[in-house]
């Protein structure tokens, strides 16, 4: 079992959907959960941190769930713009391992 | 402009060559990472070293020479470049300590021919 897992996609939704991603972990010690959206052939940029209390910004959610071992994030009001891939990332002390990434694609 | 920069962002080289990723951040982070991106677009880590000392070592070929001359920089050489090397190599930087997000570089494109 992969340390860290996403569904590849892509997910293909029209402008102003609500989409929803999530990620398992299986390392149960780990400390710190991220999101981080990275567009076609550039760097991964971090969108958010992901708190146990959960925590959003803007249109952006992201939850943690430490007893099924999964971190979510949802979007609200697609925009155009949101087209990315969005990996996951957990970890702790100086090592975060991430996720293969999650494909979005949001339509007129 | 504070960041995390490389050199050079594409590299194109035959097998058998050596050449030399550089990287610098100018954050004032402790830690620094190399990572490579390959065509399945899985992020993995390589190394990780802290103040000049390497403290992460994922298992990486050792034609990866890492080099830290000072905590603002992590190159990486790789010597005799072989086909399933081509990727794309991305540094990183982190605060350290109670933080551990992630800061990366542009990244650097290496075609093997």
């Known amino acids: ?108 | 402009d504070t960041a995390v920069s490389q050199t050079p962002k594409y590299l194109v080289t035959q097998m058998g060559n050596d050449k030399s990723i550089k990287c610098e951040q100018n954050l004032g982070h402790d830690t620094m990472y190399w990572y490579k991106q390959d065509s399945k677009k899985f992020l993995k880590i390589m190394f990780s070293y802290n103040n000049k000392e390497l403290i992460i070592n994922e298992t990486v070929p050792n034609r990866f020479s890492p080099k830290s001359p000072d905590k603002a920089h992590l190159n990486l050489h790789i010597n005799s470049l072989e086909l399933g090397d081509s990727a794309v190599y991305f540094c990183a930087s982190t605060p350290g300590s109670a933080d551990s997000t992630q800061y990366f570089g542009p990244g650097t494109r290496l075609t093997v021919l």
């Not at chain 1, 102003?16 to 299986?26: K, L």
């Not at chain 1, 052939?41 to 959960?54: D, N, Q």
């Open chain 1, 1 to 108: 079992r992969k340390e860290v897992e996403q569904d590849p996609g892509p997910f293909n939704v029209p402008e102003g959907a609500t989409v929803a991603f999530n990620c398992t972990y299986s390392n149960s010690a780990s400390q710190s959960f991220f999101w981080y959206r990275q567009d076609c052939r550039k760097e991964p940029k971090l969108l958010m941190s992901v708190y146990s209390s959960g925590n959003e910004d803007g249109r952006f959610t992201a939850q943690l769930n430490r007893a099924s071992q999964y971190i979510s994030l949802l979007i609200r009001d697609s925009k155009l713009s949101d087209s990315a891939t969005y990996l996951c990332a957990t970890g702790g002390g100086n090592k975060l391992t991430f996720g293969t990434g999650t494909q979005l694609k949001v339509e007129l």
